[in-house]
T-cell receptor, first 113, second 115 residues
């Protein structure tokens, strides 16, 4: 079945540093990928998405890189701020069901002032 | 504020009782999803509606769980004969119509505690 894993379950950085959060997925049929941020006690919040016909997409302070060959994607956060502290999930979808997002365990990002 | 609302935000119940949660999606969204999240884990897919049709159900959705979306707007998730293992955050999400896929917008969740 689908499995989604993260290389680093926790990441601790200083304010102003750049952060990189990695995600591996197993379903080669996945063709749409979403990164979510979840703060304590809240629902996941959309950050950025990328479709499989792209290998890079940039947003405000965030960049997502997709490597379909090795089924890996990463989220880069520039100039990390204390407000970025949260759990980050990647969620692939596609193939037989666009309705179902498969979340990994998540990476806890802690930003120290 | 994503625009998806869920009620109640918290529910404490005794084992064996029935509970019902409500989700109001963003008004123009025709797709609605339910997920369950336990501590330290990512959300797990439960079920998915397009308009009033329930298109997919997870194996996690046992016979004690039922979800409805009778008019294609709000949805309810009912758990009968609750068990302690049902304690979790229940999240609802919605996404807009059209050719998929689209991002799913999540609500704040309903935290269920079964004593």
């Amino acid at each position: 079945g689908e499995s989604v894993g993260l290389h680093l379950p926790t990441l601790s950085v200083q304010e102003g540093d750049n952060s990189i959060i990695n995600c591996a997925y197993s379903n080669s049929a996945s063709d749409y990928f979403i990164w979510y941020k979840q703060e304590s006690g809240k629902g996941p919040q959309f950050i950025i998405d990328i479709r499989s016909n792209m290998d890079k997409r940039q947003g405000q302070r965030v960049t997502v890189l997709l490597n379909k060959t090795v089924k890996h994607l990463s989220l880069q956060i520039a100039a990390t701020q204390p407000g970025d502290s949260a759990v980050y999930f990647c969620a692939p979808t596609g193939g037989t069901s666009y309705g179902k997002l498969t979340f990994g365990q998540g990476t806890i990002l802690t930003v120290h002032p | 504020d994503t625009g998806v609302s869920q009620n109640p935000r918290h529910k404490i119940t005794k084992r064996g009782q029935n509970v019902t949660f409500r989700c109001d999606p963003i008004s123009e969204h025709n797709r609605l999803y339910w997920y369950r999240q336990t501590l330290g884990q990512g959300p797990e897919f439960l079920t998915y509606f397009q308009n009033e049709a329930q298109l997919e159900k997870s194996r996690l959705l046992s016979d004690r769980f039922s979800a409805e979306r009778p008019k294609g707007s709000f949805s309810t998730l009912e758990i009968q004969r609750t068990e302690q293992g049902d304690s979790a955050m229940y999240l609802c999400a919605s996404s807009p119509p059209g050719q998929g896929p689209y991002e799913q917008f999540f609500g704040p969740g309903t935290r269920l505690t079964v004593l």
